[in-house]
């Protein structure tokens, strides 16, 4: 199995190419897309020492949007073809900071849903070509409503799951799959100045598990963990003119 991580260094994709590594039935070669050389390279060996075929590192910032067809050549080229493509990388901007700045709005758009966009759309003309082949893209339960506290990360992950749902839509035809993931809270570097730690917070390996399993059965789109959507179920069902005053 060719696995391709973009955004290779998040805990999250970590903790997805280790739990490819535990459930495949088949050799697995990967290459590990981020901005960050030296840790992609202890990402890499550590994937080789858990039974990697190939961990091949390739450094890209993932905002460059006009590199992102290349990108996914080059990427395509090292593995010979890919069977399943992870997007991975993202930022969590302070929402009270970025509204006052079409600049850093503009950059968190482009870290968080531009970026995905493109990238979705090299590997979807590539797939197609050869009918088959995974694409799984990490989303949020923020872009299921827009609520003051973090409207432009929301917009932004709202706008990736749209974008791939409509891209789902064209790429059914052709054998195509495309996953949407929609974690809830996970306790990585993302969170790491959020101190409300509980009931609700996952672990990387939890949620990696739920999208191994997710990227195995086909799924369209997925809660991690699953009671997110029965959250976002009554989240999204509060009437507009309630929610409004609501301070979330
Ligand atoms: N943690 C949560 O509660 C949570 C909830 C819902 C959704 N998510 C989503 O899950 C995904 C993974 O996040 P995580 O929780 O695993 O957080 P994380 O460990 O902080 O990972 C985020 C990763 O994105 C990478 N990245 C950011 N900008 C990049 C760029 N321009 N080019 C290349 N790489 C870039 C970072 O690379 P560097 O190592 O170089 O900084 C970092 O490895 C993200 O899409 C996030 O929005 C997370």
């Known amino acids: 199995m060719n696995v391709l991580i973009l955004g290779a260094t998040s805990a999250i994709a ?10 495949a039935t088949t050799p697995v070669k990967f290459v590990l897309v981020g901005r960050n050389d030296d840790k992609l390279a202890l990402i890499a060996e550590d994937l080789i020492g858990r039974s990697a075929t190939a961990a091949h590192v390739q450094v890209q910032d993932l905002t460059q949007l006009d590199a ?27 929402q009270r ?16 849903a531009l970026s995905h966009m493109a990238l979705m759309e090299a590997l ?18 923020a ?3 827009g609520r003051q506290s973090n409207y432009i990360y929301g917009a932004a992950k709202g706008a990736t799951a749209i974008y791939a749902q409509g891209l789902r839509n064209r790429l059914t035809k052709s054998g195509v799959h495309l996953l949407t993931i929609k974690p809830g809270f996970v ?10 730690k509980g009931l609700l917070w996952a672990s990387p390996e939890q949620v990696a598990q739920d999208i191994v399993k997710a990227v195995q059965k086909k799924r369209n789109v997925i809660y991690t963990p699953g009671f997110w959507w029965l959250i976002m179920t009554i989240v999204k069902s509060v009437p507009e003119f309630i929610f409004k005053k609501l301070s979330m």
């Open 68 to 94: 992102m067809d290349a990108c996914i050549s080059r990427a395509w080229e090292t593995l010979g073809s890919i069977d399943v493509a992870l997007i991975a990388h993202g930022t969590l901007p302070e």
């Open 143 to 145: 872009g299921d409503r």
């Open 97 to 112: 900071e970025i509204e006052k700045s079409w600049e850093l709005t503009e950059q968190a758009l482009r870290e968080n």
């Open 187 to 196: 306790d990585t570097p993302m969170t790491e100045s959020i101190a409300k």
């Open 14 to 23: 970590q903790a997805v190419a280790r739990q490819f590594l535990l459930s």
């Open 124 to 141: 979807a003309l590539r797939m197609e070509a050869i009918k088959r082949g995974t694409i799984a893209v990490i989303g949020s339960v």
